[in-house]
């Protein structure tokens, strides 16, 4: 069997270090770091007090706020990042077959910060049962896939990859494969998360998993340096 020949069309991207794939890929060229005291939220008391965020991303230069309220932070980025690649694309324009393209989503976590709201207003309720409607399809990792082919009318293969840190990487083969075999014409793949939470930030401490150089923090991560340093 003589497997299709695969090409990649279109980019997107909002990251630590740039909202678009133009600029982050011109501030990775230039060694710019992601990393900057949180902001999303208190991490006073937190041994780590810095992650690399998204900067300067409000939801709502991107969407309806109603629609804003139905997807969590995770979701959020990762349909804009899909819908630059889209664009970028241009399939749309292309006329393509809306049956045979597909969108296959990397996400570790999923929804931590809706999970973690959730649970927290659960604690607070004393018994009373008072939970988002959205709770559910805002937490599930597999959102995302689902927001974007809501959004275009796609319906090739649609799931969530979850493989810990490399879930974005194991997105991109099986699309990769499922092109090969004639599975689809045109896979939207990626990945997003959004876990720089108390919960997220406060696990991976207690794991020792994360960096405490908090005074340089420019230079603090380096996994794969001989002084290794956070992740």
Request: net charge neutral; charged share 25%.
């Amino acid at each position: 069997m003589e497997l299709k020949r695969v090409v990649v069309t279109g980019f997107g991207a909002i990251t630590p270090i740039g909202n678009n794939a133009q600029e982050y890929w011109e501030n990775l060229v230039k060694g710019v770091s992601g990393a900057a005291p949180i902001t999303l939220f208190d991490s006073t008391n937190f041994k780590t007090k810095f992650a690399c965020e998204v900067k300067n991303f409000n939801p709502l230069d991107h969407f309806e706020k109603k629609e804003a309220k139905k997807m969590d932070r995770n979701t959020q980025l990762g349909v804009v990042a899909a819908r630059e690649a889209v664009s970028h694309s241009r399939i749309i324009e292309d006329q393509v077959d809306k049956n045979r393209v597909g969108v296959i989503w990397g996400s570790g976590i999923g929804g931590l910060e809706t999970f973690e709201t959730e649970v927290l207003g659960w604690a607070k309720s004393e018994g009373i049962p008072r939970f988002n409607p959205f709770f559910i399809p805002k937490m599930i990792a597999d959102i995302t896939p689902g927001h974007v082919s809501m959004e275009y009318g796609f319906h090739g293969p649609n799931y969530t990859t979850v493989s810990a840190c490399a879930s974005s990487t194991n997105a991109l083969i099986d699309a990769k494969m499922l092109l090969q075999l004639g599975k689809a014409d045109v896979i939207v793949c990626g990945g997003s998360e959004a876990a720089v939470t108390a919960s997220g930030m406060g696990g991976f401490n207690s794991m020792m998993a994360l960096s405490t150089r908090n005074d340089d923090y420019k230079t603090a991560s380096r996994p794969f340096d001989k002084d290794r340093d956070g992740f």
